[in-house]
């Protein structure tokens, strides 16, 4: 049995408690989401003990991502193209509140 498009389609009361990026992306923060993420590597990567060449330039290309007409998503894109990294960074550290945010934001806006 297949859906009709009716069927996939959510209220937007829905869409902002159940966000579900497969259906419309509505409901979804993805600035907060990465904010959020940042503010977790940026407590980490401003530690001149955990700080390295990889997280020195991916600071200079997040400001150019920031300073682009697409920033959200070219912001998005450098996350996701650094995830692996992040969760390296976050066990290294046991941060799991920054394994959770991550978590979130690989889960709603990748």
């Known amino acids: 049995m297949t859906s009709s498009p009716a069927s996939l389609s959510l209220s937007p009361d829905e869409s902002a408690s159940n966000p579900d990026r ?3 992306f ?3 923060d993805f600035e907060g989401n990465m904010q959020v993420v940042l503010g977790h590597l940026y407590r980490h990567i401003d530690d001149p003990a955990k700080n390295n060449a990889l997280w020195i330039r991916f600071r200079e290309r997040l400001a150019l991502a920031e300073s682009s007409a697409t920033a959200t998503t070219d912001k998005l894109l450098l996350l996701h193209s650094h995830v ?3 969760v390296e960074l976050f066990e290294d550290h046991d941060d799991d509140e920054a394994m959770e945010a991550l978590k979130k934001l690989e889960e709603e806006c990748f």
């Open 26 to 28: 509505r409901g979804i």
């Open 22 to 24: 497969y259906i419309s």
């Open 84 to 86: 692996y990294y992040m």
